[in-house]
C-alpha cells in the first residue's frame, strides 16, 4: 500500500516516512523541488501555485498525508506572510480535491496536519478538548480554513482525519533546534512569564498517531496531537537546562520585548494553550514519550 506525503520533504514527513517503510508501506512524496527517486521512495514534483502536479503522484496513491505548508514561526506575521501560510495549506487540498474528481480516484484515507493553533492562545488553566469552539485570531482561523479544506476531500467520501498538532520535539528539526543552541551555549532563557503552559509531542509519538490513523478505520474528524501535562515554558527551561548539566538563574525575556519582535505571533507564545490527549488516547493510542525529561532526554542525546 502506498501513502503520498505532501511536504514529506520537511522535519515531521522525513521521520515518518522511515516509520510508514518500517511498516512495509511504499511511500511517495510530494515536493515542489524535483528530486531523484531512490528504490524506497518515489519523489513526484508539483507547483501548487502554477495548479500543477503529476498526476502519477495521486493516481497510485491508496493514502495521503497532507504536511505541506509554509514555515508558521519563521517570519513576521505581515499581511503578505499571512496569506501564503493559508494558501500553502489550502491550495494544495483543493488541486488534490480536483483530481480525485477528474479521475473518479478514491483513497483508504486523506490524513491532513492541523494545529492545535485552532483553539487559540489563552492563558486560562480551561484543557481544550476537540469539542472546544475555534478561536477568531489568526492561527484559529487559519486551522479552520485548513480543516473546512479538507473536509471537501471528506465530502468525495474518503475518510478524513485531521491531526491538530501541538509543538513538536524532535532531534532533526522544529522549535528544539531552534531554541537547543541557546541552552547549549549556557543562555538558557524563559519566555515571558513563564507560567503559560507549552503544549508538545514527540516526533515519534506523531508518527505513530498518524500511523494509527492509517490503519484504525474507526479514526475520523479532529484528533488532538499533543501530550496533556504540567509543562509551562518555565519546566520547560529548567529541565532543558538540567539536561545540559547547568542549573541556573533563568533570564527572562520581557513581553513587552517579545511583542515588538515578535509582533502579532507574540500571543501564541505569550499565552501558550492547555489541551487534551483524551480522544487519541480512548482509541488505544499510548504515548511512548510520556514525561518532558525522557522526551527531551532523547532529543538530546
Ligand atoms: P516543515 O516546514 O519542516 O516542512 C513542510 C514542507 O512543506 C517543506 O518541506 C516543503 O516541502 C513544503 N512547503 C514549504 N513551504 C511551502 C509552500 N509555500 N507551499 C507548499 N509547500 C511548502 O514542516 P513540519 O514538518 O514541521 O510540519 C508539517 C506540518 O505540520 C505543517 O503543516 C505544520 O504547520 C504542521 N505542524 C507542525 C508543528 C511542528 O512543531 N513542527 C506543530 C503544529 C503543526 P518542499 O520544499 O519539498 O515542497
Not at 98 to 107: A, G, M, R, T
Not at 164 to 173: C, K, L, P
Not at 233 to 238: D, G
Request: glycine content about 8%; charged content about 20%.
Amino acid at each position: 500500500q502506498n501513502v503520498l506525503i505532501t511536504g514529506g520533504t520537511g522535519f515531521i514527513g522525513k521521520y515518518l516516512t522511515q516509520v510508514l517503510l518500517a511498516n512495509n508501506f511504499t511511500v511517495s512524496i510530494l515536493s515542489r523541488t524535483p528530486r531523484k527517486s531512490s528504490g524506497l521512495i518515489t519523489y513526484y514534483q508539483w507547483n501548487p501555485e502554477r495548479d500543477y502536479i503529476e498526476e502519477d503522484a495521486i493516481l497510485n496513491a491508496d493514502y495521503i498525508i497532507h504536511l505541506a505548508g509554509e514555515g508558521i514561526v519563521e517570519k513576521r506575521w505581515t499581511a503578505k506572510r499571512k496569506k501564503s501560510i493559508l494558501e500553502s495549506r489550502t491550495k494544495p487540498i483543493t488541486l488534490i480535491h480536483s483530481l480525485l474528481k477528474k479521475h473518479n480516484k478514491s483513497l483508504n484515507a486523506f490524513i491532513s496536519a492541523s494545529g492545535i493553533g485552532i483553539y487559540g492562545a489563552n492563558t486560562s488553566e480551561q484543557i481544550c478538548t476537540e469539542d472546544t469552539p475555534a478561536a477568531n485570531d489568526f492561527l484559529g482561523l487559519t486551522c479552520q480554513e485548513w480543516e473546512k479544506t479538507a473536509d471537501t476531500i471528506g465530502a468525495l467520501g474518503i475518510r478524513t482525519v485531521k491531526i491538530r498538532t501541538g509543538i513538536v520535539f524532535g532531534r532533526a528539526g522544529g522549535f528544539l533546534k531552534k531554541i537547543t543552541p541557546g541552552f547549549k551555549a549556557g543562555f538558557g532563557t524563559i519566555l515571558g512569564s513563564g507560567s503559560q503552559y507549552l503544549p508538545w509531542i514527540h516526533i515519534e509519538d506523531l508518527s505513530q498517531i498518524y500511523l494509527k490513523s492509517i490503519l484504525d478505520t474507526k479514526i475520523e474528524g479532529p484528533y488532538n496531537a499533543v501530550l496533556t501535562d504540567d509543562t509551562t515554558q518555565l519546566k520547560f527551561s529548567k529541565t532543558l537546562a538540567n539536561l545540559y548539566g547547568y542549573s541556573i538563574w533563568l533570564p527572562k525575556i520581557p513581553q513587552s520585548l517579545l511583542k515588538i519582535v515578535l509582533g502579532e505571533m507574540s500571543d501564541a507564545i505569550l499565552k501558550g494553550q492547555r489541551v487534551s490527549s483524551e480522544k487519541i488516547q480512548h482509541t488505544g493510542f499510548e504515548f511512548q514519550f510520556a514525561t518532558l525529561e525522557t522526551a527531551l532526554y532523547d532529543c538530546l542525546k
